[in-house]
């Protein structure tokens, strides 16, 4: 059975950093494109950011370029967001997701077929 388990999300203040994890267990992701979302409450899942199947390539939203980094050990079927200076607007539930293709940088929800439960991230200002 497909399982991506998040963790990392917690609690912070504005300007701190979180690491969030995904790990994939069942299979190997390794030749598929992947990609983070969040959603706030009240609001439709947004894009992050996304990252090719060797890890060469990333993608981000205007909103998160320059302070989260995404990045992917295949080693350990896992992908990784950094998140430095975070703000208030950065909370939400942050969820893994693997694309459909082998293309990254899909930014709506429909190209993901495999999502995980999501791991909730709160910055308080």
């Known amino acids: 059975q497909v399982q991506l388990v998040e963790s990392g999300g917690g609690l912070v203040q504005a300007g701190d950093s979180l690491r969030l994890a995904c790990a994939a267990s069942?299979?190997?992701?390794?030749?598929?494109?992947m990609a983070w979302f969040r959603q706030a409450p009240g609001k439709e899942r947004e894009f992050v950011a996304a990252?090719?199947?060797?890890?060469?390539?990333?993608h981000y939203a205007d909103s998160v370029k320059g302070r989260f980094t995404i990045s992917r050990d295949g080693a350990k079927n896992t992908v990784y967001l950094q998140m430095n200076t975070l703000k208030p607007d950065d909370t939400g539930v942050y969820y893994c997701?693997?694309?459909?293709?082998?293309?990254?940088?899909?930014?709506?929800?429909?190209?993901?077929?495999?999502w995980g439960q999501g791991t909730q991230v709160t910055v308080s200002s």
């Open positions: 990252i090719s199947r060797t890890g060469a390539g990333t």
């Open positions: 069942g299979r190997t992701f390794s030749n598929r494109a």
């Open positions: 997701a693997v694309d459909r293709t082998v293309i990254f940088g899909h930014e709506t929800p429909e190209w993901y077929d495999f």
